[in-house]
């Protein structure tokens, strides 16, 4: 889930350079979160003021800086609202995306000897060859999805393909009405449970089980972020997506043929379901995913 595209081949290993720090004390987490139900209504301009916190996430925020008060600098409210102001500046502009990113406390995500860089812009591992994507561009694919909609108006139901530890999926709570996330990696599955049990967040669903299925049971799904690329997006998927619903997806682009070297990149993919058949798919900027696989481990 890391975003760098360094000039490697595909699929990567994760290479973990990242230099560890002294320990800080763990903390607990937020009270339950929930949305306002409104459906969705379209737009052509986003809303660009921000509005009035809603009790929940008022509350959210509130025992999140209550119960990082111990926690150092990584843990303080001041650390993730300077994370948010930075992502602001760097061009997201839907305040939900940046309020729900100032309010998950991101270092209840890493392990803790990488805590103090919880609040940086970067890729930390998470084990097994995994990370945690950089908030930038899980504010960048959050705000596609919601494109269109004002700040006070939630994404309906929502599907993650790629749990991780948690944390993508602790954000998009605070911006949906429903969410529900599928971890293909049983110790990540667990971790990430483990990480969101004290959010106590309940309109969140985890799931164990092959993401490239998607989960028919729960289907149609106003919108689906995938954590992981692949060289296309699984058929089931889109099958899922709702009519009027929005997909986003790190995609593989293989070389051209006799073009030199064997370098693989991979670009943002965001397709809009426009009926039952049709789908307009828009390539957007360069990223850099883990590989999307198939199966259960």
């Known amino acids: 889930m890391s975003p760098t595209p360094p000039r490697s081949k595909f699929p990567l290993p994760l290479d973990a350079v990242v230099q560890r720090k002294p320990e800080p004390a763990r903390t607990a987490g937020m ?18 003021q921000p509005s009035a916190p809603t009790p929940a996430a008022s509350a959210v925020e509130a025992r ?17 609202g300077a994370l948010a102001a930075r992502l602001r500046a760097a061009g997201i502009r839907d305040e939900r995306v940046l309020a729900a990113i100032g309010t998950v406390p991101r270092h209840l995500f890493v392990e ?14 998470i084990g097994h060859q995994q990370t ?37 999926a602790a954000v998009l709570s605070l911006v949906a009405r429903d ?18 049990r004290p959010l106590r967040v309940p309109n969140l669903r985890l799931h164990y089980g092959d993401g490239m299925l998607g989960l028919p049971q729960a289907a149609p799904f106003s919108a689906i972020i995938l954590a992981a690329a ?16 929005r997909l986003i997806a790190p995609v593989a682009l293989m070389p051209p043929p006799g073009a030199p070297g064997q370098t693989v990149t991979q670009q943002l993919l965001l ?21 999307l696989k198939s199966g259960t481990i």
Not at 31 to 48: H, L, M, Q, T
């Open 132 to 168: 945690i994507s950089k908030p930038s561009v899980v504010a960048r694919m959050i705000e596609l999805l919601r494109e269109g909609l004002p700040a006070a108006t939630p994404l309906e139901r929502v599907l993650e393909i790629g749990t991780g530890c948690g944390y993508q």
């Open 112 to 125: 803790p000897g990488l805590a103090s860089q919880a609040y940086e812009d970067a890729a930390l591992p």
């Open 271 to 291: 397709i809009e379901r426009l009926n039952r058949h049709r789908f307009h798919r828009t390539a957007l900027e360069a990223v850099f995913f883990v590989p």
């Open 230 to 245: 692949g060289m296309d997006v699984p058929q089931a998927l889109l099958e899922q997506l709702a009519i009027g619903g």
């Open 179 to 196: 969410v529900f996330s599928i971890e293909r990696i049983r110790p990540l599955h667990e971790q990430a449970k483990a990480n969101l």
């Open 31 to 48: 009270p339950a979160v929930g949305a306002p139900r409104p459906a969705r209504v379209p737009a052509k301009v986003r809303d660009k």
């Open 64 to 80: 999140a800086s209550a119960a990082t008060a111990g926690g150092g600098g990584m843990a303080s409210d001041r650390a993730r």
